[in-house]
Nanobody
Framework: QVQLVESGGGLVQAGGSLRLSCAAS????????TAWFRQAPGMERELVAS????????YYADSVKGRFTISKDNAKKAVYLQMNSLKSEDTAVYYC???????????WGQGTQVTVSS
């Protein structure tokens, strides 16, 4: 089993920045990739960004390219999401997810609220 704990959410004005953190514990050696998803009220959960643990390959949704940056710290088993130039449409609950295979997200954190005021 793998446990994921997110932190760093909050309220920020449009144009501002936030940094989300995801700390992994447990059988982390088995993980292939970690990702950030988000879900806004009444909307489906969407993949925002992902990163692979070994090669560090990244993926970004079109809506966040150029504004968000995903990174990792292998020693700390942590993944971060730096969010810049935030917009009101970025308001959502952000979830950290991890899996042992490509696009297989077996483990989820509890979520952290990000609210961007316009």
């Amino acid at each position: 089993q793998v446990q994921l704990v997110e932190s760093g959410g909050g309220l920020v004005q449009a144009g501002g920045s936030l940094r989300l953190s995801c700390a992994a514990s447990g059988r982390t050696w088995s993980l292939y990739a970690t990702a950030w998803f988000r879900q806004a009220p009444g909307m489906e959960r969407e993949l925002v960004a992902s990163i692979t643990w070994s090669a560090g390959g990244t993926y970004y949704a079109d809506s966040v390219k150029g504004r968000f940056t995903i990174s990792k710290d292998n020693a700390k088993k942590a993944v971060y999401l730096q969010m810049n130039s935030l917009k009101s449409e970025d308001t959502a609950v952000y979830y950290c997810a991890a899996g042992v295979a490509l696009r297989s997200w077996a483990y989820w954190g509890q979520g952290t609220q990000v609210t961007v005021s316009s």
